[in-house]
């Protein structure tokens, strides 16, 4: 079966940091690309950041460029968000999405999805 | 930066066909994907590409990409359809996109 299972979420203050995990299992890990997709309590979902299936390439939405770093470690198959100065406007449940179709690029189109880990920032 | 629009609600009767749209500049010179999303569960990927459907997907989800305007096509709507939902686009130069969300009611 194939499945994402988010993990790292939690309640942090503003300013502080935070790192999510992503552990992916039931398909070729390394042969997709990955992102990371948020979605704040009752409102739409926006895309934070994707990373080709290398890692050579990453892209970053840009409420988050500079503050946020996509990795991941194929080896362990797992994805990775590490979030740095974190405001109160990144409050949300984060979701790690498989791209759907292998590219050598950071990809667009997300088909398989995990759970959500939630991410609250307040003091 | 570049911004679609959806209505935010559309109803329809059992058995109807249901158009949800998205609306952006040039729309149709970028490649549209939806998502339909339940209460408390994750988004599910229904079209993509602005007409392919995924394995899994029943054939009642159409999709079409034209101009401003994309639209999602769901004929003999179900109660099972009732849902939120995404569209997003995404070009060789446009990082992905969503649009605020469509709430379906099936009524």
């Known amino acids: 079966e194939v499945q994402l299972v988010e993990s790292g979420g939690g309640l942090v203050q503003p300013g502080r940091s935070l790192r999510l995990s992503c552990a992916a299992s039931?398909?070729?890990?390394?042969?997709?690309?990955m992102h990371w997709v948020r979605q704040a309590p009752g409102k739409g979902l926006e895309w934070v950041s994707g990373?080709?299936?290398?890692?050579?390439?990453?892209d970053y939405a840009d409420s988050v460029k500079g503050r946020f770093t996509i990795s991941r470690d194929n080896a362990k198959n797992s994805l990775y968000l590490q979030m740095t100065s974190l405001r109160a406007e990144d409050t949300a449940l984060y979701y790690c999405?498989?791209?759907?179709?292998?590219?050598?690029?950071?990809?667009?189109?997300?088909?398989?999805w995990g759970q959500g880990t939630m991410v609250t920032v307040s003091s | 930066s570049y911004a679609m629009t959806q209505p935010p609600s559309v109803s329809v009767s059992p058995g109807q066909t249901a158009s949800i749209t998205c609306s952006g500049d040039?729309?149709?010179?970028?490649?549209v994907n939806w998502y339909q999303q339940k209460p408390g569960q994750s988004p599910v990927l229904v079209i993509y590409?602005?007409?392919k459907r995924p394995s899994g997907i029943p054939e009642r989800f159409s999709g079409s990409n034209s101009g401003n305007t994309a639209t999602l096509t769901i004929s003999g709507t179900q109660a099972m359809d009732e849902a939120d939902y995404f569209c997003?686009?995404?070009?060789?130069?446009?990082?992905?996109?969503f649009g605020g969300g469509t709430k379906l009611a099936v009524l």
């Open positions: 590409e602005d007409v």
């Open positions: 039931g398909f070729t890990f390394d042969d997709y690309a």
């Open positions: 997003q686009a995404w070009d060789s130069s446009t990082a992905a996109i």
């Open positions: 990373i080709s299936w290398s890692g050579d390439s990453r």
């Open positions: 040039e729309l149709g010179d970028k490649y």
């Open positions: 999405t498989k791209n759907f179709l292998m590219t050598t690029g950071v990809g667009h189109t997300f088909d398989i």
